[in-house]
């Protein structure tokens, strides 16, 4: 029976289209406006499409009640200048019509349809974008054919002195951005209901796989280079299962502590802020650094080796230096790891947890495992013996470095930055003038100058004094009262939570916000930093369950009302660029 409705429907519409003399021109208007006075070459843009409907016509709404109705779409060209990457169309409001006795999804009056798209680079002057909305105009009695009507806009493009200033706001402060649009956080639940338990797994494993390009894992490389590099050369198959052994201990203790993370609902790569863990590390490097430097022979104690069945190959030693190395691929975090920690948060079940971090730590390690095995079989190369030793000995400089790497949360940054610029010339002005290992080796020896050329350049580098300070945002430590303050003024807010042993955090300030693009909408908002590295205290506790923080760093932008926009919360490193856009959406809304 419904069925035959929506047929009469059909027809009706189709007849009263034929024969009609008014044209959809004259129904409606159309206005289309930026939200900024211009846009960045290779930046994002806002812009509205105001559509002025004549009483008393109407369109039908982009997402129709039934399945006849045509439904009303903006559609753009291919342009080699500009990228359309999303369309949000407003509600739409059910009426009953005299063609019909149900009520159809339709829109009247004013209406405006928000679109956000990306300049190509390279573009120069201003850019037209153009467009047009297709539609069917009806009233009670009639409908019209459909149609549509062309639209165009001129985008101004700014040099990169210009500043951006934001117009035409009341057409942009009611637009709802589903979360969906924007965030990356993986849900574990969808991906089990939509794809299956060993799809979701094998996506865990190339999220895991995906953290590699995550800061949080570059001190990995040179340990495992150093360690792996000093090791006896064996059969490729002990050399391999070595290196399987290296991430087999990173994995377990990755999985321990992202499993415990997620249950007791503290931040993964807390247990970093421990000024003992920091020590203990430091230490190992310190020891691993004294072995290359030929102090004494690294190996596994006594006791360990007679478990082993006497044997010498490492097998232990790489194991617990992977468990060792668990601790610091900890702290890397992202919206994929966001996912899991929340899930198992939810289920409560340590053995999933375990085997959902198990996995993602197991695609973290992969790299490594190659590495490892190629890293110990520098031995095997011919006349090894003639600039090994100089090879380890720029593995124990790097391991020297890595341990003042580890401790720098427990000194101050002025001392830390005259520290490590020093350390790495002194290591250069060594390696130059008194190491004098593989200098027969004429292929090592050129290799060796372009290491001392490049340390010594590169702390001279970072030692050098900055002609002018650079500009930075004007943050203030979070209190409760400052953020209620700022919420209650009408102005945006940003909450950067951050802690000092988090590497994407430093890389944030050194990177982010420092760019000017950002500094020049900074001035815009209220800004508050949140120091985690103290994870114990009530109030880091509170504030960790108040905004519902699994890792850092997270940073939370909220809107004119006090309402945080969920889906631009950023997990993780992120550049300027998208960091712009997401401050130019808050600052869009009301």
Same mark, same amino acid.
Request: include cysteine; glycine fraction near 10%; aromatic fraction near 12%.
């Given at each position: 029976?419904?069925?035959?409705?929506?047929?009469?429907?059909?027809?009706?519409?189709?007849?009263?289209?034929?024969?009609?003399?008014?044209?959809?021109?004259?129904?409606?208007?159309?206005?289309?406006?930026?939200?900024?006075?211009?846009?960045?070459?290779?930046?994002?843009? $806002?812009?509205?499409?105001?559509?002025?409907?004549?009483?008393?016509?109407?369109?039908?709404?982009?997402?129709?009640?039934?399945?006849?109705?045509?439904?009303?779409?903006?559609?753009?060209?291919?342009?080699? $200048?500009?990228?359309?990457?999303?369309?949000?169309?407003?509600?739409?409001?059910?009426?009953?019509?005299?063609?019909?006795?149900?009520?159809?999804?339709?829109?009247?009056?004013?209406?405006?349809?928000?679109?956000?798209?990306?300049?190509?680079? /390279?573009?120069?002057?201003?850019?037209?974008?153009?467009?047009?909305?297709?539609?069917?105009?009806?009233?009670? $009695?009639?409908?019209?054919?459909?149609?549509?009507?062309?639209?165009?806009?001129?985008?101004?493009?700014?040099?990169?002195? #210009?500043?951006?200033?934001?117009?035409?706001?009341?057409?942009?402060?009611?637009?709802?951005?589903?979360?969906?649009?924007?965030?990356?956080?993986?849900?574990?639940?969808?991906?089990?209901?939509?794809?299956?338990?060993?799809?979701?797994?094998?996506?865990?494993?190339?999220?895991?796989?995906?953290?590699?390009?995550?800061?949080?894992?570059?001190?990995?490389?040179?340990?495992?280079?150093?360690?792996?590099?000093?090791?006896?050369?064996?059969?490729? /198959?002990?050399?391999?299962?070595?290196?399987?052994?290296?991430?087999?201990?990173?994995?377990?203790?990755?999985?321990?502590?992202?499993?415990?993370?997620?249950?007791?609902?503290?931040?993964?790569?807390?247990?970093?802020?421990?000024?003992?863990?920091?020590?203990?590390?430091?230490?190992?490097?310190?020891?691993?650094?004294?072995?290359?430097?030929?102090?004494?022979?690294?190996?596994?104690?006594?006791?360990?080796?007679?478990?082993?069945?006497?044997?010498?190959?490492?097998?232990?030693?790489?194991?617990?230096?992977?468990?060792?190395?668990?601790?610091?691929?900890?702290?890397?975090?992202?919206?994929?790891?966001?996912?899991?920690?929340?899930?198992?948060?939810?289920?409560?079940?340590?053995?999933?947890?375990?085997?959902?971090?198990?996995?993602?730590?197991?695609?973290?390690?992969?790299?490594?495992?190659?590495?490892?095995?190629?890293?110990?079989?520098?031995?095997?190369?011919?006349?090894?013996?003639?600039?090994?030793?100089?090879?380890?000995?720029?593995?124990?400089?790097?391991?020297?470095?890595?341990?003042?790497?580890?401790?720098?949360?427990?000194?101050?940054?002025?001392?830390?930055?005259?520290?490590?610029?020093?350390?790495?010339?002194?290591?250069?002005?060594?390696?130059?003038?008194?190491?004098?290992?593989?200098?027969?080796?004429?292929?090592?020896?050129?290799?060796?100058?372009?290491?001392?050329?490049?340390?010594?350049?590169?702390?001279?580098?970072?030692?050098?004094?900055?002609?002018?300070?650079?500009?930075?945002?004007?943050?203030?430590?979070?209190?409760?009262?400052?953020?209620?303050?700022?919420?209650?003024?009408?102005?945006?807010?940003?909450?950067?939570?951050?802690?000092?042993?988090?590497?994407?955090?430093?890389?944030?300030?050194?990177?982010?916000?420092?760019?000017?693009?950002?500094?020049?909408?900074?001035? $815009?908002?209220?800004?508050?930093?949140?120091?985690?590295?103290?994870?114990?205290?009530? #109030?880091?506790?509170?504030?960790?369950?108040?905004?519902?923080?699994?890792?850092?760093?997270?940073?939370?932008?909220?809107?004119?009302?006090?309402?945080?926009?969920?889906?631009?919360?950023?997990?993780?490193?992120?550049?300027?660029?998208?960091?712009?856009?997401?401050?130019?959406?808050?600052?869009?809304?009301?």
């Amino acid at each position: 029976m419904k069925a035959n409705k929506y047929l009469v429907l059909l027809f009706v519409i189709g007849l009263i289209s034929v024969g009609s003399g008014q044209t959809s021109d004259a129904i409606l208007d159309i206005r289309i406006y930026l939200s900024t006075n211009g846009v960045y070459t290779d930046g994002s843009f $806002q812009a509205a499409v105001v559509v002025s409907l004549k009483d008393p016509w109407h369109i039908n709404s982009a997402n129709p009640a039934d399945e006849f109705s045509i439904a009303t779409q903006l559609r753009f060209p291919e342009s080699d $200048q500009w990228e359309i990457m999303d369309i949000y169309y407003p509600s739409h409001t059910m009426k009953t019509f005299a063609f019909f006795d149900e009520a159809l999804a339709v829109y009247e009056g004013e209406i405006v349809i928000v679109i956000t798209g990306k300049l190509s680079s /390279g573009v120069s002057g201003s850019v037209q974008l153009s467009g047009a909305l297709f539609y069917q105009g009806c009233n009670d $009695q009639l409908c019209l054919p459909p149609r549509e009507t062309a639209f165009s806009l001129e985008i101004p493009i700014l040099a990169d002195s #210009e500043p951006v200033i934001f117009q035409n706001e009341p057409y942009f402060e009611n637009i709802d951005i589903p979360a969906e649009a924007s965030s990356d956080t993986f849900d574990v639940t969808d991906s089990f209901t939509r794809k299956g338990i060993l799809i979701t797994f094998l996506l865990i494993f190339l999220g895991g796989l995906g953290l590699n390009l995550t800061p949080c894992v570059y001190p990995l490389i040179p340990v495992t280079v150093s360690y792996f590099g000093g090791q006896t050369a064996g059969k490729s /198959g002990k050399r391999l299962l070595m290196a399987i052994l290296y991430v087999l201990g990173i994995a377990i203790v990755n999985s321990a502590l992202g499993t415990l993370a997620a249950l007791a609902g503290g931040l993964l790569g807390a247990f970093m802020t421990n000024p003992l863990v920091l020590i203990a590390i430091a230490g190992i490097l310190i020891a691993l650094s004294l072995s290359m430097f030929g102090v004494y022979e690294f190996g596994v104690p006594s006791f360990l080796m007679n478990l082993c069945g006497g044997s010498r190959t490492g097998y232990i030693g790489a194991l617990v230096m992977g468990l060792t190395m668990g601790i610091v691929a900890a702290p890397c975090i992202g919206p994929f790891v966001i996912g899991l920690l929340t899930y198992i948060a939810s289920t409560g079940n340590p053995f999933i947890g375990f085997s959902m971090f198990f996995t993602l730590s197991m695609g973290l390690g992969l790299p490594f495992i190659f590495l490892a095995f190629f890293s110990s079989k520098i031995d095997s190369l011919p006349r090894s013996g003639e600039w090994m030793v100089g090879v380890r000995i720029i593995f124990g400089l790097i391991l020297v470095g890595m341990a003042l790497y580890f401790v720098h949360p427990l000194i101050t940054e002025k001392i830390y930055g005259i520290l490590f610029p020093l350390y790495v010339i002194g290591s250069g002005i060594y390696l130059l003038l008194f190491n004098k290992s593989g200098e027969n080796a004429r292929g090592f020896t050129f290799f060796k100058k372009i290491v001392t050329i490049v340390a010594i350049i590169l702390g001279t580098w970072l030692i050098k004094p900055e002609s002018a300070p650079a500009e930075k945002m004007a943050w203030q430590p979070y209190q409760q009262d400052v953020y209620e303050s700022a919420v209650t003024s009408g102005k945006p807010v940003i909450i950067d939570f951050y802690a000092d042993w988090c590497i994407p955090c430093k890389e944030m300030d050194k990177l982010t916000f420092t760019d000017p693009g950002v500094i020049s909408l900074a001035g $815009q908002f209220h800004l508050l930093k949140v120091d985690l590295t103290s994870s114990a205290s009530p #109030e880091v506790i509170q504030l960790k369950n108040q905004f519902d923080i699994k890792g850092v760093p997270t940073i939370l932008f909220i809107d004119r009302k006090g309402r945080e926009i969920t889906a631009l919360r950023t997990l993780g490193l992120e550049k300027p660029e998208p960091f712009i856009v997401k401050m130019n959406k808050t600052l869009s809304r009301n």
